[in-house]
C-alpha cells in the first residue's frame, strides 16, 4: 500500500469470527500530523465513533427498532430528494 492509503469496508475481509480487521495507516514521510488527519477521516467515514457512542449505553429493542425506522424513513427521504434534484438538473 501507497503512503496514506486505505482499504475501505468495502474490500476488507471480514476474519473467520466475522469481525472486520483493524483500520491500518502507513505513517510516510509527510509525519504522524497527515496520518493522524487520514485515521481520522477514516474512522468518520468507517461510522466508527457514531456506533460507539450508540453502543454506549442499552438500547431496548422497541426502541432499536423505532430508531432503525427513522433511520430507514430518513435514508429514503434524501434518495428521492437526490432523484428529485438530479431530474430537474437534465
Same mark, same amino acid.
Given at each position: &500500500?501507497?503512503? @496514506? =492509503?486505505?482499504?475501505? /469496508?468495502?474490500?476488507? =475481509?471480514? /476474519?473467520?469470527?466475522?469481525?472486520?480487521?483493524?483500520? /491500518?495507516?502507513?505513517?510516510? $514521510?509527510?509525519? &504522524? $500530523?497527515?496520518?493522524? #488527519?487520514?485515521?481520522? %477521516?477514516?474512522?468518520? %467515514? =468507517? @461510522?466508527?465513533? %457514531?456506533?460507539?457512542?450508540?453502543? =454506549?449505553?442499552?438500547?431496548?429493542?422497541? $426502541?432499536?427498532? +423505532?430508531? #432503525?425506522?427513522?433511520?430507514?424513513?430518513? +435514508?429514503?427521504?434524501?434518495?428521492?430528494?437526490?432523484? +428529485?434534484?438530479?431530474?430537474? $438538473? +437534465?
Amino acid at each position: &500500500m501507497a503512503e @496514506g =492509503e486505505y482499504l475501505p /469496508t468495502e474490500r476488507r =475481509e471480514r /476474519t473467520p469470527r466475522g469481525k472486520l480487521p483493524a483500520l /491500518t495507516v502507513i505513517v510516510g $514521510d509527510r509525519g &504522524m $500530523d497527515v496520518a493522524l #488527519k487520514i485515521f481520522k %477521516k477514516l474512522v468518520i %467515514k =468507517e @461510522g466508527l465513533l %457514531k456506533d460507539l457512542k450508540r453502543r =454506549e449505553h442499552y438500547e431496548k429493542p422497541g $426502541d432499536r427498532k +423505532r430508531r #432503525k425506522q427513522r433511520e430507514a424513513i430518513r +435514508r429514503r427521504r434524501r434518495q428521492a430528494a437526490r432523484s +428529485r434534484s438530479r431530474i430537474g $438538473d +437534465r
